[in-house]
């Protein structure tokens, strides 16, 4: 509601303050690889992150978690995005 969803990024229709939550699970991390997760206004990095988490896996093979959530004062044309990193294996 109040927003749109195109090429992993939303935009609202109309100015406010929004509060914007995320969630991911990737199972079988190895033993000290990370699962990164943050939100991001406008692409901006380190400035416009939220919700940032960062995790390593403690043993090898374990289902990891991360979700953050923060609330952002958009206009309609800016747009909040998700960004996750594994370095599990090569991908």
């Known amino acids: 509601m109040f927003g749109k969803f195109s090429s992993g990024r939303w935009t609202p229709t109309v100015s406010g303050y929004y509060f914007c939550a995320y969630s991911v699970y990737i199972p079988g991390i190895d033993d000290k690889e990370w699962l990164i997760g943050s939100m991001r206004k406008n692409g901006a990095s380190p400035a ?17 978690s991360v979700s953050g959530s923060g609330i952002f004062a958009l206009d309609t044309n800016d747009y909040v995005s998700i960004f996750v990193y594994h370095s599990e294996g090569g991908s």
Do not use: E, F, K, Y
């Open 48 to 64: 416009g992150v939220t919700g940032l988490v960062r995790i390593m896996s403690p043993v090898a093979n374990a289902d990891l």
